[in-house]
């Protein structure tokens, strides 16, 4: 048996409409509205009564399935699992954890760019047409090692000046301004490096480098920062912690 839960969703905000239905069901859970074992409407039946599409539900329930919140099964449908517990977390730069681990990371600024992005990026910064957004592209080394070439993309507002970039990491450059990132999406891969890449990262071209594409939102849901970075994958490797539900 399913129970709609009340959700309101406010259409003026930039708030994008899946995180806001995805809070409201957190909210639903933490309240007790809805308990483990208890199974959500399905998704045609959600996007007719909430008046969304099927694919912004479907990334609703994917934000959800991605905190361990809910699961989708085979023939029940999309399943609350546990309560979210609710604690402190902070995501951490590649400055502040290289810090943290004693390897005295510096950064080269290579490019620092003021300009009205593309529709492609103005779309994943979900910027209003002629705002002004900020490339950053910078080189990050530990114990005077080349280690990652990183690219960033941040609206013109919240982005730290250059010479700030040049002596400290970007989160907390923005963590000074009040800027809080809450949520981050990443997309982890593999790649051949260019001729540049190689150069600047001091590795033959063709070597292989790890890639990482992230899109991080504020506590209020929105697009605070994107960002391309390729580390060189002898030096660098991530780690995650995989639990079968």
Known sequence: MTTPIAVE???????????????????????????????????????????????TIRQAIQELVDKGVVVRKRGVGTQVVQSPVHRSVELTSLYDDLSTAGMHPTTQLLEYRISVPDDELRTELAMPVGAEAVTVKRLRCAGGEPL??????????ICPPAGELENGGLYKGLRSRGVHIRLARQRIGAKAASEEEAALLGDQAGAPLLTMQRTAFDDAGRVVEVGRHAYRADRYFFETTVVDR
């Open 9 to 55: 969703l406010d259409r003026s905000t930039p708030i994008p409409l899946y995180h806001q239905l995805a809070q409201a069901i957190e909210a639903a859970i933490v309240r007790g509205d809805l308990t483990p074992g208890d199974r959500l409407e399905n998704e045609l039946d959600m996007a007719g009564r909430l008046k969304l599409s099927r694919p």
């Open 148 to 157: 990652a070439l990183m690219v960033n993309h941040l609206p013109a507002e």
